[in-house]
């Protein structure tokens, strides 16, 4: 059988500081972590503010469960007093995290902003646990702790790298671009790659954003539906990986965005 619990939304407040949203005690008979689900949205939705954060999961018990670093996709800036507001598709991130029959483990979550937000975002996790052992390696998560400046040109820019230690096979792929100020005409359009000397092909990693339209006049809602992810990948790993990022903007912009990365892998 499965189950489910969640740590109900608090706030994270309006600055960049991790914040601690509160934990599960998991019920004894469960011996796998599913999969978690990070959900959010924020109290005062402020014009020319995207809500753009990670959620990340923890525990003083439960072995090898890190690192579990994940981008929450994003919510798209609006422009004028009487925008919009889209809130993407809810994603879920598949763990396979063992658990000890028996137990009663405590898992925190955690929630930050990569951009100061004026809205009093809230942030709240949904966790899935089995009663069954995993069947499949258990998937880890990381990403750069810092969002990098996309400038307006169209160009290739470079972005944070992520250090890996004791992986064995990237799985997932994941991207986020968040509008500063939205304008007419502007729309968001863009490439990742993921790039190594340590990967065990030199096979390309380059993967498409979900596109942000943009349409006309003063009032601008800037939806997207679903964030950037791609799965099963397969891309063998050295024991130390670096994994460089670049994004490329397609299509000019009058005012910057912020861009990260982030991956999913295995250790086994």
């Known amino acids: 059988m499965t189950s489910f619990q969640c740590v109900r939304p608090v706030t994270i407040g309006t600055g960049v500081a991790k914040t601690n949203l509160g934990s599960v005690n998991k019920a004894s008979e469960n011996q796998n972590l599913i999969e978690f689900t990070p959900f959010y949205s924020c109290v005062i939705t402020t014009t020319v503010e995207s809500l753009f954060s990670e959620t990340a999961i923890e525990s003083i018990s ?44 405590i898992i925190t979550a955690f929630a930050q902003a990569q951009v100061a937000n004026t809205g009093v975002p809230l942030h709240g996790v949904e966790f899935h646990f089995s009663d069954s052992p995993p069947r499949n390696p258990q998937m880890y998560f990381d990403k750069p702790d810092n969002e990098t400046g996309s ?14 230690n004791g992986g064995r096979m990237l799985q997932n792929l994941y991207a986020s671009m968040a509008l500063t100020t939205p304008l007419a005409s502007k729309p968001q359009l863009a490439t990742m790659t993921f790039s190594s000397a340590n ?20 009032t601008l809602s800037a939806g997207q539906p679903i964030g950037t992810k791609r799965k099963n990948v397969g891309m063998g790993m050295k024991a130390t990986c670096v994994i460089n990022t670049s994004l490329f903007v397609a299509s000019a912009m009058t005012t910057a965005s912020n861009f990260i990365a982030g991956i999913g892998y295995t250790k086994a």
């Open 199 to 218: 990967f065990n092909s030199s096979q390309g990693l380059e993967i498409a954003l979900q596109p942000v339209g943009m349409g006309l006049g003063a």
């Open 62 to 105: 439960v072995k090898d469960i890190l690192p579990k670093r994940v981008l929450n996709p994003v919510v798209q800036a609006g422009l004028g007093a009487t925008y919009g507001n889209i809130i993407p598709i809810l994603e879920s991130f598949e763990c396979n995290t063992p658990l000890i029959n028996g137990s009663n483990d």
């Open 151 to 164: 400038g307006t040109a169209a160009t290739s820019v470079s972005g944070n790298s992520i250090t890996i």
